[in-house]
């Protein structure tokens, strides 16, 4: 497979995720209005209610079988070393650059969450159409292809919607925590307006005189109970402090269980379940499975997913560049994480895992793994951004960014990792 040809395999998938993000930003756009803040946010509902647990469901419980789950052991590792890596290297952009607060957890985000499963699903079928592919037949290098994509998609949904969806989450919090001490901060400022002569010093009449010490008096009280309601507030902290560790666990453990019983991850996990037991995949795979007409009705809902969260991004993104304040820093911190450090580390770690046996000899196999060290962020995060309401409009700039120069890193590197293992 030539260079150009390649350049042209990979090049497309994100040309087609562009395209439908400049359709979603003309959508959102005043001139016609189709798609504005409050739709965005009801189709985003919709996005993570049912149609990303029914696209999950649908290719997990298709192509994945026990058989799979066992020989493939190694690429959840390899998922997990994603996040690992890219979470230590996003926490350093933080501590380096010190964007606000609130955009912190976006940061590591979109620096550990790749895109695992719509992207893979669109490569490698691909890259196993063209001539000369060095990954054997074609019919059966996009079968176990899409297997592979299907369950890179799986568990790389389980790690975004509880890793991801806790560093979002946690970015909102501290949003709104910051918001409210704003306005406490403002509060007391519009109850002390005055120039350099109030009206005691005016001596108007006592009436007015005497109202305005009864207001000052009324604010010495406010003060005193700012005061104990602060000693309060320590008081607690302090007893906070003397929770026993049961407790914390226990609340830990609550918390997990909520981000499990997400939507995308419990389809996952029944995608598994599904795809491994013979006689449940058997109702709904297959021209005389039973249940044929549930599982098809599933994948019509899973197709809408790609296309409406790239419409989202895509009208997400005129409110970005209109409103937003990303530093170039930032955006040139994140590239670099993503298209030189991680995939510089995932030929390391891959290599490594084959050196020492864990790899099955298949190269369609090791070039998934390696792809995944590879790709742009995960869209997920914009639909997290969205629920949470908390740095759309950076999250749509960095996108912007990451899926432009995605087009070019994705083809090089592409063409790097098929030069290893020819």
């Not at 026990?66 to 890596?85: E, G, K, R, Y």
């Not at 890219?86 to 790749?114: D, F, N, Q, Y």
């Not at 010495?220 to 005061?227: R, W």
């Not at 599933?298 to 895509?314: A, H, R, V």
Request: proline share 5%; aromatic share 10%; glycine share 6%.
């Amino acid at each position: 497979m030539g260079f150009w040809s390649l350049f042209e395999v990979a090049s497309m998938p994100i040309l087609q995720v562009l395209l439908i993000s400049i359709l979603g930003a003309f959508l959102a756009t005043d001139y016609l209005n189709l798609l504005p803040a409050d739709a965005r946010k009801s189709l985003n509902k919709i996005v993570f209610m049912v149609f990303t647990p029914s696209l999950v469901f649908a290719s997990l419980s298709k192509t994945v079988t026990l058989q799979d789950i066992i020989s493939w052991w190694f690429m959840p590792v390899n998922i997990a070393l994603t996040f690992l890596f890219g979470g230590i290297l996003g926490w350093l952009v933080v501590k380096i650059l010190r964007p606000k607060p609130h955009l912190e957890g976006l940061i590591i985000a979109t620096c550990s969450s790749g895109n695992l499963g719509n992207l893979l699903l669109i490569i490698v079928p691909a890259i196993c159409n063209e001539d000369g592919t060095p990954f054997g037949e074609r019919n059966i290098c996009i079968s176990v292809g899409l297997s592979y994509a299907s369950f890179s998609m799986a568990i790389g949904g389980f790690f975004i919607w509880t890793y991801t969806y806790q560093l979002i989450r946690t970015s909102s919090m501290k949003f709104k925590a910051l918001e409210a001490t704003e306005e406490v901060s403002k509060a007391p400022n519009n109850d002390f307006d005055s120039d350099g002569q109030t009206r005691l010093l005016k001596e108007e009449d006592p009436e007015q005189v005497a109202l305005t010490v009864s207001s000052i008096k009324s604010v010495d009280d406010t003060e005193n109970e700012v005061t104990q309601i602060v000693a309060q507030e320590s008081a607690s902290r302090l007893e906070k402090r003397d929770v026993s560790f049961w407790n914390k666990l226990t609340g830990v453990l609550q918390q997990i269980q909520e981000e499990l019983l997400a939507p995308p991850t419990l389809a996952a996990i029944l995608g598994l379940i599904f795809g491994a037991i013979s006689w449940l995949r058997n109702l709904m795979v297959g021209d005389d499975a039973p249940l044929r007409v549930i599982q098809d009705s599933i994948q019509l809902l899973g197709d809408g997913t790609i296309p409406c969260i790239t419409l989202i991004l895509g009208g997400n993104l005129t409110q970005g560049l209109r409103s937003s304040k990303v530093k170039l820093s930032i955006i040139i911190g994140v590239i670099f994480v993503r298209y030189v450090l991680l995939p510089v580390i995932g030929i390391w770690v891959v290599k490594a895992a084959a050196n020492l046996g864990f790899l099955p000899s298949d190269p369609l196999y090791h070039f998934v793994l390696l792809v995944q060290f590879t790709l742009p962020p995960a869209m997920n995060i914009g639909t997290m951004t969205q629920l949470f309401d908390v740095g759309q409009e950076e999250c749509s700039v960095l996108f912007l960014w990451t899926y432009v120069v995605a087009a070019v890193a994705l083809t090089v590197w592409s063409t790097v990792y098929m030069w290893i293992l020819s």
